[in-house]
């Protein structure tokens, strides 16, 4: 019986990180650890590639024409949303969930999803690598782990 598993070698592998400019002290340190969970695993800062957006919602957009290039593995959304007094968060957090998934499906890049939806600012900082370890760095091993499963599957 055939037995898929991806590993976390990603040595020679490209990266696109696209990051949302919105709650910055968040973003940035999910930028840290997804660059430190690669750089750790075998890739080369060379072979990173930043792109900015202004917020969440603008994330799946960049994400695809990255990922359309051909020129990356994988890509990975950064970016944080943080419940208000209105129910903007329920349509931020919902389309860029939705889009980032659209892109990787429509590309067959595996584009990861690694925006904090939270309560409030303190968990935010708790889940970028105060306390409860940093989602950018586990969301960087799960596009490696994505990018090396499919290239098993093809």
Known sequence: ?????????????RYALV????????TK???????DALTRHGVSESDITTAWVPGSFELPLAAKKLA??????????????IRGETPHFNFI?????SGTLQASLETGVPVIFSVLTTETKEQAEIRSGTKGGNKGFSDALA???M?????QLS
């Open 1 to 13: 019986m055939p037995n898929f598993e991806g590993d976390y070698q990603a040595k020679g592998h």
């Open 19 to 26: 990051i949302a400019r919105f709650n910055l002290p968040i």
């Open 29 to 35: 340190a999910l930028l840290e650890g997804a660059i």
């Open 68 to 81: 359309v290039s051909k020129k990356f593995d994988g890509v990975i959304c950064l970016g944080a949303v």
């Open 93 to 97: 957090a919902a389309q860029a969930a």
């Open 143 to 145: 596009a490696i782990e």
């Open 147 to 151: 990018v090396n499963l499919l290239k």
